[in-house]
Each structure stands twice: as structure tokens, then as C-alpha cells.
T-cell receptor
Framework: DTEVTQTPKHLVMGMTNKKSLKCEQH?????MYWYKQKAKKPPELMFV???????INESVPSRFSPECPNSSLLNLHLHALQPEDSALYLC????????????FGPGTRLTVL | GNSVTQMEGPVTLSEEAFLTINCTYT??????LFWYVQYPGEGLQLLLK?????DKGSNKGFEATYRKETTSFHLEKGSVQVSDSAVYFC????????????????FGQGTRLTINP
């Protein structure tokens, strides 16, 4: 099984809402990633978890709050977002070791009104 | 810093045409190189990869060779199909980054490919 799943597939939220994105993998990968992708652009790295600990925060605003409850699950909590945060949010995972393949989920298409 | 440059798109070809998408990189050391493909409405899928100089990655008729002397990793396919229409990203893995073994991918800007029947 080389699948990374993400829910929901689509999300529309207002600027005062609180919502969460969920990502799950069962490949035994110990590194998990959140990316943001705007239209016609490559993915931009947001956060990296390694052994369930936050390793990297690429200067992401605090209205995005990641959480890694266990080695298979990664959440992204959203609060007080802005319309410019509308994008495709991708989750990915890897085994540890930089030559390995990064497996991506299908993404959550987020629209902030 | 490390960077990846891809040929600008969009690229439009007829079915069965030969495809080349150019990719060059700048890196310190010996990065791993990847081609990812993104079909409409989907996430990224690994198409092929190469981890050292002169390695050739191949998958689904696509090929790319890791050329250290020209710092290139051009994607080729001999005969494209309508189903190959997608956005293609060249990427490198920054070996210096190794935060507890995690991987940082540096992406090119992407090349949108459209194949007409």
C-alpha cells in the first residue's frame, strides 16, 4: 500500500471558522509533510514532522497549526484564514533518508471566503 | 542555494510526437533528482528518479538521465499519448537538509503539457 489519503477533498470556510485537514498513511513512514500549492505553481513546503515531532516550520503564519497525533496521522488546523490562503493543500510522507520517494496525497482544495 | 530550472510551458504536441522537457539544476554536492507528474485535480505522483550521476530513471515510457557534467535531468518520451497531458515537475532532494532524515524537495516551476489527438 503506497497510498496517502487526505480528507476532506474540498473545503469552503469563512474567515472566522475553525476547520481541520487530515492526512493518513500506513506505509510506516516516519517523516510527514504539509505543502501549499497555488494554481500554476509548484508546491511550497509548510511543515515537516520527523518521528512525530515538528522538525521544520517554513515561517508559516500561526493561523495554520499542524499536529501529528501518531506516526500515521497528520492534521492541519485552520483558524482565521484569509482569502489568499485559498489553495490546494498537499500532504506527503517518506521513509527517512533523502533519496527516497516522497509520496503525495490527492490534496484538499481549500476556499476561504 | 539549490535550484531547479525547467523549460517554460505550456507545451502542446500531437499524439505520437517525441517529447523533451528540459530541466537543469544548481546544487552543492550530489542531489537526487526526480520527475513528478500532476494530473488535473490530483496530487503529485513520482514518475521517475535517479540518485547518482549517469543513472537513468524510466517509467511508463518516460526516461531521464542524471548528467552531472551538464547539471541536467531532461525528461523524454518517444511517443506521447493524450493521457500524458498533465503538469510535470522536476525536483531535487537537498542532501544537506537531513533534519532527522527528512527530505526537502526543491521544485522547478512546472511544465504544462497538452497532447492533442
Amino acid at each position: 500500500d503506497t497510498e496517502v489519503t487526505q480528507t476532506p477533498k474540498h473545503l469552503v470556510m469563512g474567515m472566522t471558522n475553525k476547520k481541520s485537514l487530515k492526512c493518513e498513511q500506513h506505509m510506516g513512514h516516519r517523516a510527514m509533510y504539509w505543502y501549499k500549492q497555488k494554481a500554476k505553481k509548484p508546491p511550497e513546503l509548510m511543515f515537516v514532522y520527523s518521528y512525530e515531532k515538528l522538525s521544520i516550520n517554513e515561517s508559516v503564519p500561526s493561523r495554520f497549526s499542524p499536529e501529528c497525533p501518531n506516526s500515521s496521522l497528520l492534521n492541519l488546523h485552520l483558524h482565521a484564514l484569509q482569502p489568499e490562503d485559498s489553495a490546494l493543500y498537499l500532504c506527503a510522507s517518506t521513509k527517512l533518508g533523502s533519496t527516497d520517494t516522497q509520496y503525495f496525497g490527492p490534496g484538499t482544495r481549500l476556499t476561504v471566503l | 542555494g539549490n535550484s531547479v530550472t525547467q523549460m517554460e510551458g505550456p507545451v502542446t504536441l500531437s499524439e505520437e510526437a517525441f517529447l523533451t522537457i528540459n530541466c537543469t539544476y544548481t546544487a552543492t554536492g550530489y542531489p537526487s533528482l526526480f520527475w513528478y507528474v500532476q494530473y488535473p485535480g490530483e496530487g503529485l505522483q513520482l514518475l521517475l528518479k535517479a540518485t547518482k550521476a549517469d543513472d537513468k530513471g524510466s517509467n511508463k515510457g518516460f526516461e531521464a538521465t542524471y548528467r552531472k557534467e551538464t547539471t541536467s535531468f531532461h525528461l523524454e518520451k518517444g511517443s506521447v499519448q493524450v493521457s500524458d497531458s498533465a503538469v510535470y515537475f522536476c525536483a531535487l532532494s537537498d542532501h544537506r537538509w537531513g533534519i532527522q532524515g527528512a527530505q526537502k524537495l526543491v521544485f522547478g516551476q512546472g511544465t504544462r503539457l497538452t497532447i492533442n489527438p
